[in-house]
Nanobody, 121 residues
C-alpha cells in the first residue's frame, strides 16, 4: 500500500505562485507515473500534469507554461510549481500515483486526500 499526503495549498492572489508537494510512504513510487489532478466546486476532477518514472512530463493545455511538475525519487516526493495563478485555478488539488490507464485519465491506483488552492482576483 502507498499513502500520499499533499501539502502547500493556500490562498494566493491572481498572478502569485504556490508550490505543492506530495509525499509518498509505504513503499517507493519511483517506478510509477505520478500526477496532479484538481477539482473545482461543481465540476469533475480534471487532469493537470503527470510525470513518468523517466521524468517525461505532460500538462493540461490550461496550465502549460505556468505549472511545472517534478519529482525527487530519493525523497519519494513529487511537486507542482504553480506560477501566474488565475482564479480559474481554484480547486482541490490531488496527487496520484501508479496509473492503470492513460496518464491523463483518473485510473490511478493511489490518491491523496487533496489540498485546497484558492486564487483570489
Amino acid at each position: 500500500q502507498v499513502q500520499l499526503v499533499e501539502s502547500g495549498g493556500g490562498l494566493v492572489q491572481a498572478g502569485g505562485s504556490l508550490r505543492l508537494s506530495c509525499a509518498a510512504s509505504g513503499r517507493t513510487v519511483s517506478s510509477s507515473t505520478m500526477a496532479w489532478f484538481r477539482q473545482a466546486p461543481g465540476k469533475e476532477r480534471e487532469f493537470v500534469a503527470a510525470i513518468t518514472r523517466l521524468a517525461s512530463t505532460y500538462y493540461a493545455d490550461s496550465v502549460k507554461g505556468r505549472f511545472t511538475i517534478s519529482r525527487d525519487n530519493a525523497k519519494n516526493t513529487e511537486y507542482l510549481q504553480m506560477n501566474s495563478l488565475k482564479p480559474e485555478d481554484t480547486g482541490v488539488y490531488y496527487c496520484a500515483a501508479n496509473n492503470r490507464g492513460p496518464y491523463y485519465s483518473r485510473k490511478y491506483e493511489y490518491w491523496g486526500q487533496g489540498t485546497q488552492v484558492t486564487v483570489s482576483s
